[in-house]
């Protein structure tokens, strides 16, 4: 079985179309995560990409749409390992929005983070570490 971060990797770059057309991939990131109603690709995906790949890899997953389904999936961690989930928060720390994504690395005070729907796309991008709310172990 491939493991979380090899999936993840083989999406990078897959991003949104601009405009009326929707990029056929990242509508399978809803449609295979349970959620076909989904009407375009500007839709926000960051957990659709999340239980996409953590269902390929064979683990839990929320099924959901909001990044704050994965509050409490898993065990909390203060020592993420690559492939870890990653949880920010969104707006301000209160606020029911959120973002998830696949832990890379920590560096100063900046966690890169693996993830869909950054700049509209899968890719590799830093965070400050002010925005965690936890790591978590699936």
């Not at 971060?5 to 929707?22: D, N, P, R, T």
Request: charge should be positive.
């Amino acid at each position: 079985m491939n493991s979380v971060i090899e999936i993840a990797l083989s999406q990078y770059g897959v991003q949104e179309f601009a405009g009326c057309k929707h990029n056929p991939v990242v509508m399978k990131y809803f449609s295979e995560s349970g959620h076909d109603w989904v009407p375009n690709d500007e839709t926000p995906w960051c957990s659709a990409f999340a239980n996409w790949v953590m269902k390929k890899a064979g683990k839990r997953t929320t099924n959901k749409l909001n990044a704050r389904s994965w509050e409490k999936l898993g065990v909390e961690t203060t020592v993420p390992e690559v492939g870890d989930i990653v949880f920010l928060w969104r707006k301000s720390i209160d606020s029911p929005y959120g973002y998830v994504g696949f832990f890379i690395k920590e560096e100063g005070d900046r966690i890169y983070v693996l993830g869909g729907n950054q700049s509209n796309s899968v890719c590799i991008k830093p965070y400050l570490k002010s925005r965690l709310l936890s790591y978590r172990k699936i």
